[in-house]
């Protein structure tokens, strides 16, 4: 009895080592928690995922604000791009198989110094991988936000929004949703600080209606 417990205790070692070493990337502890959520209650297949950075994932009421529809929010706060291209898409995106996936980052990208070319470039690539693994989910790209604590980095944000626009234009089931301008001072055409929360980066709930009026034609 004794050795049959001991073997088991090790198995179960070996598996945690296992399972801890599996995603030593950035933000592997993140991924790691949603796979716990999964071996919970796993979505069922053909629904929708929202996916990014940390304006999905401070989006404390996304699943209440779109109750009646089967969403699932996968946001790792502080990501990139780069990194989901990278790392993320096989253990968020490809498992779910959804219908349609409403994806933001790139906006953390660029404040780390990535041109909004290379953001661009990322965003082709990473559309290369989802269209060529989900032939059959729609993507929605979130525009990028102008937060008015980058404000410096406003020129780059609008540049990468076109030129993923551009890209987008050209792919099938793929759609650019503009949730930028939506926070704007409809006086000054700039973001207004009042849709953010005290570090001028992230949305407050009047925030997220601007992006619910955008999304919610889509979502259905």
Known sequence: ???????????????LSVSAQQYKFPFGNEIQAF?????????KK????FAGSSSIRLWDDLEQRFAQYPVTKRGVGGSKLREWLQYFM???LYPYQPKK???????NDIADGIPATEVAQDFAAMWQKIHDNLPNTQIYFLS???????AKYYQEVTKANQLIKKIIAGKPKTYFLDVNTPLWNSK???PDSAYFKGDYLHLKPTGYDQWQKVLKPYVK
């Open 1 to 15: 009895m004794k050795r049959k417990l001991g073997l088991l205790l090790v198995l179960i070692a070996l598996g």
């Open 35 to 43: 796979k716990h959520q999964d071996s919970l209650n796993f979505p």
């Open 46 to 49: 053909g629904g929708i995922v």
């Open 90 to 92: 096989p253990y968020i």
């Open 101 to 107: 996936i409403f994806f933001y980052a790139g906006e």
């Open 144 to 150: 990028i936000k102008q937060s008015p604590s980058r």
């Open 188 to 190: 000054t055409h700039q």
